[in-house]
């Protein structure tokens, strides 16, 4: 019996998965819709910038706050 659920999962699975990507066509991408004006693109400079060194300095200044304001005792 545990066999023919574990079947009948898997197909489940299988088929609601095979469904979403049917569903999802990366063509209806390509259309504009009204009112949409996508900006010019990031260089490759902005985007390391955004996405990789203000998270970074971002970081370092919660956790330079954090040690900062400790206020536990120093052993």
């Known amino acids: 019996m545990d ?3 574990a079947l009948r999962a ?3 699975t299988a ?5 979403m990507l049917l569903m999802t066509s ?6 504009r819709d009204d009112g949409d004006d996508p900006g010019s693109g990031l260089s490759v400079a902005e985007t390391l910038g ?3 060194a203000a998270p970074l300095v971002l970081f370092a200044v ?3 706050l954090v040690m900062v304001m400790d206020r536990s005792k120093k052993a």
């Open 26 to 31: 990366p063509a209806l991408a390509l259309t």
């Open 62 to 64: 919660i956790a330079g």
């Open 15 to 19: 088929g609601t998965t095979l469904m």
């Open 50 to 52: 955004l996405f990789v």
């Open 3 to 5: 066999k023919k659920n």
């Open 10 to 12: 898997g197909a489940v």
